[in-house]
Nanobody, 115 residues
Framework: QVQLVESGGGLVQPGGSLRLSCVVS????????MAWYHQASKRPELVAGI??????RYMDSVKGRFTISRDNSKNTVYLQMNSLKPEDTGVYYC??????????WGQGTQVTVSS
């Protein structure tokens, strides 16, 4: 089955940067659309997605600050997070697809933006 392992979170001051990684196993990664989700208090919300042919898309809340990318040789999708704000705090998950989660969630990675 598909497994997702997120990493790279941490505590950062407002204006800082983090790079999240998500390693995907159990499937052919290169054909998958992938997305990153942010869970603050309710259910996870999609913030960025990338198609199998490397076309990115972003929610307005992160546009210009976050960059999603992928490395098919490493079965990994990344989220570069710049100019972080306190409201970016939460758990970040990756998942398959662009219209909502397709597979079981991984453990996520905690991002805390605070001075």
């Amino acid at each position: 089955q598909v497994q997702l392992v997120e990493s790279g979170g941490g505590l950062v001051q407002p204006g800082g940067s983090l790079r999240l990684s998500c390693v995907v196993s159990g499937t052919t990664f290169s054909i998958l659309h992938m997305a990153w989700y942010h869970q603050a208090s309710k259910r996870p919300e999609l913030v960025a997605g990338i198609t199998s042919d490397n076309s990115p898309r972003y929610m307005d809340s992160v546009k210009g600050r976050f960059t999603i990318s992928r490395d098919n040789s490493k079965n990994t999708v990344y989220l570069q997070m710049n100019s972080l704000k306190p409201e970016d705090t939460g758990v970040y998950y990756c998942n398959v697809g662009l219209e909502g989660p397709v597979v079981s969630w991984g453990q996520g990675t905690q991002v805390t933006v605070s001075s």
